[in-house]
């Protein structure tokens, strides 16, 4: 089956450790995003990268570090320094051809709670 | 005006009525706009892109209105399983790799 998968589901941490998310896809495409979402607020890029060995900080990059090594992998390390690390965390790709915008596909999201 | 606005709703209908979310945006050089449905602690998934003046998928259907910026999703013959919260999406005014999500209508629909 295609399609990006996120793991874990639930993801308990305690304050001061990082942690890291996992998001692999296997559609071929090209781009690959980090969004976080709160309840009551839209989703919030924190990072995105075009191609491997490449990528941009979002809106709200700090506290988070991210890298693409592999076309089909690109995990997100939340770090101490993040204040408020507790959200739904989503990845997304697309399959980025030409200079419009792509449809973004999802995963299931990570769920993580610090405790 | 904000990028992204949508009336959060919530929305409540009985099965098989029409309703009407719209959506506003401030870019005025936007060429796509997407409308995503997301479950309760589910992903969006995406529902209807709409590049032109309109689209049309089954029971769902988006019109975009260029000169007043918005768009708007109608769905047609309610069922139970719409409910759900309909998110609007527009690229971002100096990076359209970049989208900028609206907060969403919450719609239920009722037996």
């Known amino acids: 089956d295609g399609g990006i998968t996120q793991s874990p589901k639930y993801l308990f941490r305690k304050e001061g450790q990082n942690v890291t998310l996992s998001c692999e896809q296997n559609?071929?495409?090209?781009?690959m995003y980090w969004y976080r979402q709160d309840p009551g607020q839209g989703l919030r890029l924190i990072y995105y990268s075009q191609i491997v060995n490449d990528f941009q900080k979002g809106d709200i990059a700090e506290g988070y570090s991210v890298s693409r090594e592999k076309k089909e992998s690109f995990p997100l390390t939340v770090t101490s320094a993040q204040k408020n690390p507790t959200a739904f965390y989503l990845c997304a790709s697309s399959i980025q051809a030409g200079e419009g915008t792509d449809t973004q596909y999802f995963g299931p999201g990570t769920r993580l709670t610090v405790l | 005006r904000k990028e992204v606005e949508q009336d959060p709703g919530p929305f409540n209908v009985p099965e098989g009525a029409t309703v009407a979310f719209n959506c506003t945006y401030s870019n005025s050089a936007s060429q796509s706009f997407f409308w995503y449905r997301q479950d309760c602690r589910k992903e969006p998934k995406l529902l209807m892109s709409v590049y032109s003046s309109g689209n049309e998928d089954g029971r769902f259907t988006a019109q975009l209105n260029r000169a007043s910026q918005y768009i708007s999703l109608l769905i047609r013959d309610s069922k139970l399983s719409d409910s759900a919260t309909y998110l609007c999406v527009v690229p971002n005014a100096g990076n359209n790799r970049k989208l900028i999500w609206g907060l969403g209508t919450s719609l239920a629909v009722n037996p």
């Open positions: 559609l071929n495409h090209d781009a």
